[in-house]
């Protein structure tokens, strides 16, 4: 089982991990947990929307771009809050 995956540097440690490919193109989906520390960077970082992608578990290795995502809470600027994360990133 994949325990985590690396968006450009940044390595999340996640809850569940989904491969398949679709035509031709590699697709994951992730569900992860972020804390209200987190959150800031956590959000910065998906908002750029295409990154350099690595599941070092499996040896993969992708440039790929956010076509699904959705998380548990609006705010987590609310102190010791967590909500889940659940993104899709498709191989460009």
Request: charged share 20%; glycine share 6%.
């Given at each position: 089982?994949?325990?985590s995956i690396v968006l450009d540097d940044t390595e999340i440690e996640?809850?569940?991990y989904d491969r398949k490919t679709e035509e031709g193109h590699q697709v994951i989906s992730i569900i992860f947990d972020v804390t209200s520390k987190e959150y800031h960077d956590i959000?910065?970082?998906?908002?750029?929307?295409?990154?350099?992608?690595?599941v070092p578990e499996e040896g993969l290795d992708f440039r790929g771009t956010i076509i699904n995502y959705s998380t548990s809470l609006d705010n987590l600027y609310e102190e010791n809050q967590t909500g889940e994360f659940r993104v899709t990133l498709q191989e460009v």
């Open positions: 089982m994949v325990h996640v809850k569940h959000t910065v970082l998906l908002y750029k929307g295409t990154f350099d992608i690595r």
